[in-house]
């Protein structure tokens, strides 16, 4: 057995036992990613060097008695997650040579909790993207099938976890950005309340979308990393001043007398056959372990792509203005004076989907729009939000598809912007409405691609949603294949 | 035709807290480029901004100094624009819901008291600074400045001359520096003032054309830009002209204002709300708490003195300049219970030798206690007032107490009677031609003979009793 | 169309871009694309509601007025693309 194919909490049994080291497990990780890092590329830096540091400060902890549940661990990061000294490049042109002067706080948690790093993570440029096409380090391909996308924009970190080429891994979730690709993968990924864990060190794609969330190979590891990360930081006025609870102890309680509401509006036309397959299947799991299957509307549905493509555009085109060649990253040498420094540095320094979505958000927010674009979509978004507060009224949880299809091709989609957009329509109104939401797998199509089912509970109901995705994972008894690469 | 002019201001204030809006960096001034700086203000991908208390306390201060009404609720927007001293391509301001609005301060000019509207204040982060080279193509950027806090306080146009609007920007400096939350130096950028001035015909209600001036740095230069701009718009409306609407620099060298260089672009800042700052609640207890923190502001302060003092309003609001000067004198006025003698010690000999020292009150010699006993000895006739003066001096450049002054030099008063007379009979026997031309009319000379009898005691003789017995013994012979 | 070539130049100018001619009509058809699409927000009746902001609602989030120690200039200044004496150096502002 491989040790880069085990859990986290596996691992930590034998780490706990003197089984394994640290060293050992990193070792594997690296020789994996050496084996098929060149054919999958879920990485865009990889930091050896400090990972076998880590590795052995991590031994020499576990040794004195001094280990967590993360101890020695390798966890990949989301090249969106500031590392103090080792670059940070948010998939752009524009941060390529960017080494961050600080920690973000979710990096800073890891570290204190002895966790290794083997690498930041491949994803879409500045987290705007379904597939991790859009990144200018170059694409990553689906551990399942090479010929497809990972899902985006936290492709990287996903694949990264299906490959076996770290433990577990963090990534961001503005639309999708964790759960989708979770899917395309086959692995879990959990997008937690916004507010529950630190933005700062985040760069901002869409500031009031924008969580942090983690990958892992089963529900239990999802509990594990989101014990290390949530938590209010008074740095990020927008994390939550509250207690968090050990979310392990969800994991085996069960959902006997629960209901489960299942939105009508997500049934729609285009979803593919296969998938509404095993969405249903899983539907019958959740079922069969006790609960009470209903059917919810959530009414404002159908609009959620329109208000999220104007409210995290117009969020962005903001957030990316910084990058203006002053203080840091890529800066044109051609410009003669400041207006041209900043035009050419910016042109070359952005990818086209980054660019059309800065244009898209200028023209959200601009004098004569505003109303109509950016206010329009702050109420429909406040409807949107209401829809779902109506919902768990009625209900403990919501199931709902991940993704209208599996992994589709590479290149597929890369000229229609619109069709990639509405990739994200089962995902998008969780961030909309600032609820969690967790990605789990539930099957596989004919030809071999994982397919996720995804659970949504009200706000800061982290341990109930835990508790349901961990309680289907147990009835379920998907086989647990791994990709051939 | 006869012209109004219509004038608004806007003045930007820099509150004096330790650190800066929206990180932990000192807002010192004058320290070496970007070295306060850290991730957050120098707008580094990933950083927040968490907003510092304080400076939501202070301009609540400011607000109910200014009769404003403070909002229960205020928020955060982005003001969009490029600039290379604006780290994160964005300014974070208060737009839709500022913190206080609708206030007002009193002005007095010339003895009438004119009522002039605040709009709104609110908050916002101050930017960096730009250093252009002169000989190279290049500009230099230090961000120390960005993200220090300031308060934009907005009047309403009801300022009709220039006289007006620097009365009114001395009452708001006066107030901010009052309260504590701004040094007003204007030199250094803490209190700076733009101006929107028209001009419209005499009782027509509608505004004309503006234009907005900047880059005025002293009361003095206020005065100057806008005395200058009214006459520069009249000019051009009574020869049949359009004023532009237009951003003018004042040049104070030549006294004129000039247009800003080149083509001005149509701002569009996109202000939307800032999704990373949430909005403050302020409480009404918590407004109310912050009230009650509230100095006793200056123009109150200045009518209760010449109610309670019996003092003329001049000498008021030369005493009430400022807080600390304020408070000097109170005290005297109080311990020594002779607010007008108190008043005279402190307008004359204290702000003298300030002035001349070049030094605040705070850092005076001659603390209030110390005036305080010496006002008691004067008083009591211990010294006479000229003695007092050779005192002052003494306590002013040693900083001892009057009292150990007055026994180390011997400078008791001569209240003893007969020593006194001693001293006139010797002066009168020694002058017996002064004698003589004053009985027979010249009464001029009177002083003359006090004069004597006062250099014969060292000035030490009680001045009263001097006159009596002069008088008694002139008119006997 | 919601956008001419002319508002995207614009719109460009105001976001600091610039295209290429044949990037310009690539973006004005895709863009146009998108902004019908957003058409189907005036469906909604929105009237009376409240714009949401962020997505939990939170308020008064303070710092005390405490001086951190700066991270030191080096550490501000090492991804300068150019500097000089401590100070980020740009190409001036031609007016």
Same mark, same amino acid.
């Given at each position: 057995?491989?040790?880069?194919?085990?859990?986290?909490?596996?691992?930590?049994?034998?780490?706990?036992?003197?089984?394994?080291?640290?060293?050992?497990?990193?070792?594997?990780?690296?020789?994996?990613?050496?084996?098929?890092?060149?054919?999958?590329?879920?990485?865009?830096?990889?930091?050896?060097?400090?990972?076998?540091?880590?590795?052995?400060?991590?031994?020499?902890?576990?040794?004195?008695?001094?280990?967590?549940?993360?101890?020695?661990?390798?966890?990949?990061?989301?090249?969106?997650?500031?590392?103090?000294?080792?670059?940070?490049?948010?998939?752009?042109?524009?941060?390529?040579?960017?080494?961050?002067?600080?920690?973000?706080?979710?990096?800073?948690?890891?570290?204190?909790?002895?966790?290794?790093?083997?690498?930041?993570?491949?994803?879409?440029?500045?987290?705007?993207?379904?597939?991790?096409?859009?990144?200018?380090?170059?694409?990553?391909?689906?551990?399942?099938?090479?010929?497809?996308?990972?899902? *985006?924009?936290?492709?990287?970190?996903?694949?990264?976890?299906?490959?076996?080429?770290?433990? @577990? @891994?963090?990534?961001?979730?503005?639309?999708?950005?964790?759960?989708?690709?979770?899917?395309?993968?086959?692995?879990?990924?959990?997008?937690?309340?916004?507010?529950?864990?630190?933005?700062?060190?985040?760069?901002?794609?869409? !500031?009031?979308?924008?969580?942090?969330?983690?990958?892992?190979?089963?529900?239990?590891?999802?509990?594990?990393?989101?014990?290390?990360?949530?938590?209010?930081?008074?740095?990020?006025?927008?994390?939550?001043?509250?207690?968090?609870?050990?979310?392990?102890?969800?994991?085996?309680?069960?959902?006997?007398?629960?209901?489960?509401?299942?939105?009508?509006?997500?049934?729609?036309? *285009?979803?593919?056959?296969?998938?509404?397959?095993?969405?249903?299947?899983?539907?019958?799991?959740?079922?069969?372990?006790?609960?009470?299957?209903?059917?919810?509307?959530?009414?404002?549905?159908?609009?959620?792509?329109?208000?999220?493509?104007?409210?995290?555009?117009?969020?962005?085109? !903001?957030?990316?203005?910084?990058?203006?060649?002053?203080?840091?990253?890529?800066?044109?040498?051609?410009?003669?004076?400041?207006?041209?420094?900043?035009?050419?540095?910016?042109?070359?320094?952005?990818?086209?989907?980054?660019?059309?979505?800065?244009?898209?958000?200028?023209?959200?927010?601009?004098?004569?729009?505003?109303?109509?674009?950016?206010?329009?979509?702050?109420?429909?978004?406040?409807?949107?939000?209401?829809?779902?507060?109506?919902?768990?009224?009625?209900?403990?949880?919501?199931?709902?598809?991940?993704?209208?299809?599996?992994?589709?091709?590479?290149?597929?989609?890369?000229?229609?912007?619109?069709?990639?957009?509405?990739?994200?329509?089962?995902?998008?109104?969780?961030?909309?409405?600032?609820?969690?939401?967790?990605?789990?797998?539930?099957?596989?199509?004919?030809?071999?691609?994982?397919?996720?089912?995804?659970?949504?509970? *009200?706000?800061?109901?982290?341990?109930?949603?835990?508790?349901?995705?961990?309680?289907?994972?147990?009835?379920?008894?998907?086989?647990?294949?791994?990709?051939?690469? | 035709?006869?012209?109004?002019?219509?004038?608004?201001?806007?003045?930007?204030?820099?509150?004096?807290?330790?650190?800066?809006?929206?990180?932990?960096?000192?807002?010192?001034?004058?320290?070496?480029?970007?070295?306060?700086?850290?991730?957050?203000?120098?707008?580094?991908?990933?950083?927040?901004?968490?907003?510092?208390?304080?400076?939501?306390?202070?301009?609540?201060?400011?607000?109910?100094?200014?009769?404003?009404?403070?909002?229960?609720?205020?928020?955060?927007?982005?003001?969009?624009?490029?600039?290379?001293?604006?780290?994160?391509?964005?300014?974070?301001?208060?737009?839709?819901?500022?913190?206080?609005?609708?206030?007002?301060?009193?002005?007095?000019?010339? =003895?009438?008291?004119?009522?002039?509207?605040?709009?709104?204040?609110?908050?916002?982060?101050?930017?960096?600074?730009?250093?252009?080279?002169?000989?190279?193509?290049?500009?230099?950027?230090?961000?120390?400045?960005?993200?220090?806090?300031?308060?934009?306080?907005?009047?309403?146009?009801?300022?009709?001359?220039?006289?007006?609007?620097?009365?009114?920007?001395?009452?708001?400096?006066?107030?901010?520096?009052?309260?504590?939350?701004?040094?007003?130096?204007?030199?250094?950028?803490?209190?700076?003032? /733009?101006?929107?001035?028209?001009?419209?015909?005499?009782?027509?209600?509608?505004?004309?054309?503006?234009?907005?001036?900047?880059?005025?740095?002293?009361?003095?230069?206020?005065?100057?830009?806008?005395?200058?701009?009214?006459?520069?718009?009249?000019?051009?409306?009574?020869?049949?002209?359009?004023?532009?609407?237009?951003?003018?620099?004042? /040049?104070?060298?030549?006294?004129?204002?000039?247009?800003?260089?080149?083509?001005?672009?149509?701002?569009?800042?996109?202000?939307?709300?800032?999704?990373?700052?949430?909005?403050?609640?302020?409480?009404?207890?918590?407004?109310?708490?912050?009230?009650?923190?509230?100095?006793?502001?200056?123009?109150?302060?200045?009518?209760?003195?010449?109610?309670?003092?019996?003092?003329?309003?001049?000498?008021?609001?030369?005493?009430?300049?400022?807080?600390?000067?304020? /408070?000097?004198?109170?005290?005297?006025?109080?311990?020594?219970?002779?607010?007008?003698?108190?008043?005279?010690?402190?307008?004359? /000999?204290?702000?003298?030798?300030?002035?001349?020292?070049?030094?605040?009150?705070?850092?005076?010699?001659?603390?209030?206690?110390?005036?305080?006993?010496?006002?008691?000895?004067?008083?009591?006739?211990?010294?006479? =007032?000229?003695?007092?003066?050779?005192?002052?001096?003494?306590?002013?450049?040693?900083?001892?107490?009057?009292?150990?002054?007055?026994?180390?030099?011997?400078?008791?008063?001569?209240?003893?009677?007969?020593?006194?007379?001693?001293?006139?009979?010797?002066?009168?026997?020694?002058?017996?031609?002064?004698?003589?031309?004053?009985?027979?009319?010249?009464?001029?000379?009177?002083?003359?003979?006090?004069?004597?009898?006062?250099?014969?005691?060292?000035?030490?003789?009680?001045?009263?009793?001097?006159?009596?017995?002069?008088?008694?013994?002139?008119?006997?012979? | 169309?919601?956008?001419?070539?002319?508002?995207?130049?614009?719109?460009?100018?105001?976001?600091?871009?610039?295209?290429?001619?044949?990037?310009?009509?690539?973006?004005?058809?895709?863009?146009?694309?998108?902004?019908?699409?957003?058409?189907?927000?005036?469906?909604?009746?929105?009237?009376?509601?409240?714009?949401?902001?962020?997505?939990?609602?939170?308020?008064?989030?303070?710092?005390?007025? #405490?001086?951190?120690?700066?991270?030191?200039?080096?550490?501000?200044?090492?991804?300068?693309?150019?500097?000089?004496?401590?100070?980020?150096?740009?190409?001036?502002?031609? #007016?």
């Amino acid at each position: 057995m491989e040790l880069s194919t085990l859990t986290i909490h596996e691992l930590q049994r034998m780490l706990r036992e003197g089984e394994t080291t640290s060293v050992a497990i990193t070792e594997s990780v690296f020789k994996r990613i050496e084996a098929v890092e060149d054919k999958v590329h879920s990485y865009i830096t990889l930091t050896e060097d400090l990972a076998f540091q880590q590795a052995e400060q991590a031994d020499r902890n576990m040794q004195s008695g001094r280990g967590g549940p993360l101890t020695g661990i390798p966890i990949a990061l989301k090249d969106i997650v500031c590392t103090e000294g080792t670059r940070t490049t948010c998939g752009s042109h524009i941060l390529e040579n960017f080494i961050p002067p600080y920690d973000s706080t979710v990096v800073r948690k890891f570290r204190e909790a002895g966790a290794v790093f083997p690498g930041k993570t491949n994803m879409d440029e500045f987290a705007m993207g379904s597939s991790t096409e859009t990144s200018y380090f170059g694409i990553t391909r689906n551990p399942w099938d090479l010929s497809k996308i990972p899902g *985006g924009s936290s492709g990287g970190s996903a694949s990264a976890v299906a490959a076996d080429e770290c433990i @577990a @891994a963090i990534g961001s979730d503005t639309g999708g950005s964790i759960r989708q690709p979770a899917a395309l993968c086959g692995v879990v990924g959990m997008k937690p309340t916004y507010g529950r864990v630190s933005r700062y060190g985040l760069i901002a794609f869409a !500031s009031s979308l924008d969580q942090i969330g983690p990958f892992s190979k089963d529900v239990e590891d999802c509990a594990i990393m989101m014990n290390a990360i949530a938590g209010y930081d008074p740095k990020d006025s927008t994390s939550v001043p509250a207690e968090v609870p050990d979310y392990t102890r969800f994991l085996s309680k069960g959902i006997e007398d629960w209901t489960v509401g299942v939105p009508k509006e997500y049934f729609i036309e *285009g979803i593919d056959p296969e998938v509404l397959d095993a969405v249903k299947r899983a539907m019958q799991v959740v079922e069969d372990a006790g609960a009470k299957i209903i059917e919810i509307s959530l009414p404002h549905s159908e609009y959620c792509v329109a208000v999220y493509y104007v409210i995290a555009p117009s969020e962005a085109s !903001s957030n990316l203005a910084r990058y203006d060649g002053v203080r840091y990253g890529f800066r044109s040498r051609e410009g003669r004076d400041l207006m041209e420094m900043y035009k050419m540095s910016r042109s070359a320094g952005f990818g086209d989907e980054v660019k059309r979505r800065i244009m898209i958000g200028t023209h959200s927010l601009s004098s004569g729009y505003y109303d109509a674009y950016y206010k329009k979509a702050s109420q429909v978004r406040a409807l949107l939000r209401r829809d779902f507060d109506e919902a768990f009224r009625q209900c403990d949880a919501i199931i709902a598809p991940v993704t209208p299809t599996p992994a589709f091709g590479i290149g597929e989609k890369m000229d229609d912007p619109l069709q990639m957009y509405l990739c994200d329509i089962f995902t998008i109104s969780c961030n909309l409405a600032g609820i969690p939401g967790i990605s789990v797998p539930c099957g596989y199509t004919k030809s071999g691609l994982p397919v996720g089912v995804q659970f949504l509970t *009200g706000h800061f109901e982290e341990g109930k949603l835990l508790q349901i995705a961990a309680a289907y994972e147990r009835h379920a008894e998907i086989e647990r294949r791994r990709p051939e690469i | 035709m006869e012209f109004e002019p219509v004038i608004g201001l806007e003045v930007h204030a820099q509150l004096l807290t330790n650190t800066k809006i929206f990180c932990g960096c000192s807002t010192r001034f004058g320290e070496a480029p970007n070295s306060n700086t850290c991730p957050i203000c120098s707008g580094m991908p990933g950083v927040l901004p968490v907003l510092n208390k304080k400076v939501v306390e202070y301009t609540i201060k400011m607000g109910l100094a200014t009769s404003c009404h403070i909002n229960n609720i205020n928020t955060w927007a982005r003001k969009n624009y490029f600039y290379p001293d604006l780290p994160k391509g964005y300014q974070i301001t208060q737009f839709a819901e500022p913190i206080a609005e609708h206030g007002y301060v009193d002005v007095e000019i010339n =003895g009438n008291k004119k009522r002039i509207g605040i709009t709104r204040i609110h908050i916002e982060e101050d930017a960096g600074k730009s250093i252009h080279d002169e000989n190279q193509p290049a500009s230099y950027i230090d961000l120390n400045r960005a993200g220090v806090p300031l308060i934009e306080i907005v009047s309403e146009p009801d300022i009709r001359s220039a006289e007006e609007g620097v009365g009114y920007l001395r009452r708001l400096h006066e107030i901010l520096v009052y309260l504590g939350i701004c040094d007003g130096n204007m030199e250094e950028g803490s209190f700076r003032c /733009d101006a929107n001035i028209s001009l419209r015909p005499k009782g027509q209600e509608k505004f004309g054309i503006r234009a907005e001036l900047k880059n005025m740095n002293s009361f003095r230069h206020v005065h100057r830009a806008l005395e200058y701009e009214i006459k520069r718009q009249q000019y051009i409306l009574e020869s049949g002209g359009h004023v532009v609407q237009e951003t003018r620099l004042w /040049d104070e060298a030549q006294g004129v204002t000039h247009p800003m260089r080149g083509k001005e672009e149509a701002h569009d800042y996109r202000y939307f709300p800032d999704p990373d700052l949430v909005a403050v609640h302020l409480s009404d207890e918590w407004i109310e708490e912050i009230r009650k923190t509230l100095p006793e502001l200056p123009l109150a302060k200045r009518e209760r003195f010449v109610a309670e003092f019996d003092i003329p309003l001049y000498d008021a609001q030369v005493l009430t300049a400022s807080r600390a000067l304020a /408070d000097y004198y109170e005290e005297i006025a109080r311990k020594s219970g002779k607010p007008k003698i108190a008043s005279n010690w402190v307008m004359g /000999d204290v702000l003298g030798h300030l002035k001349e020292d070049r030094l605040e009150i705070d850092e005076s010699p001659v603390s209030a206690h110390s005036l305080v006993s010496m006002i008691g000895l004067i008083e009591d006739g211990t010294i006479s =007032g000229k003695i007092a003066k050779e005192v002052f001096e003494e306590m002013w450049n040693t900083g001892k107490e009057p009292g150990t002054i007055v026994e180390e030099k011997g400078l008791v008063q001569i209240t003893d009677t007969s020593a006194i007379e001693q001293a006139v009979d010797d002066v009168l026997a020694t002058n017996p031609t002064q004698v003589n031309e004053y009985r027979q009319g010249k009464e001029k000379l009177f002083g003359f003979f006090v004069g004597q009898v006062m250099k014969v005691t060292k000035g030490k003789a009680n001045p009263k009793l001097v006159n009596d017995l002069l008088k008694k013994k002139l008119s006997e012979g | 169309m919601k956008l001419s070539r002319e508002d995207v130049e614009h719109v460009a100018h105001l976001a600091r871009l610039n295209f290429r001619e044949e990037e310009k009509e690539k973006f004005t058809l895709q863009l146009n694309d998108i902004l019908v699409y957003m058409d189907i927000l005036n469906k909604v009746d929105t009237a009376g509601v409240e714009p949401m902001t962020h997505a939990i609602t939170l308020n008064n989030a303070f710092r005390d007025d #405490e001086v951190l120690n700066s991270v030191g200039v080096e550490k501000i200044l090492t991804n300068a693309p150019d500097r000089m004496g401590g100070c980020f150096r740009v190409p001036k502002v031609i #007016e």
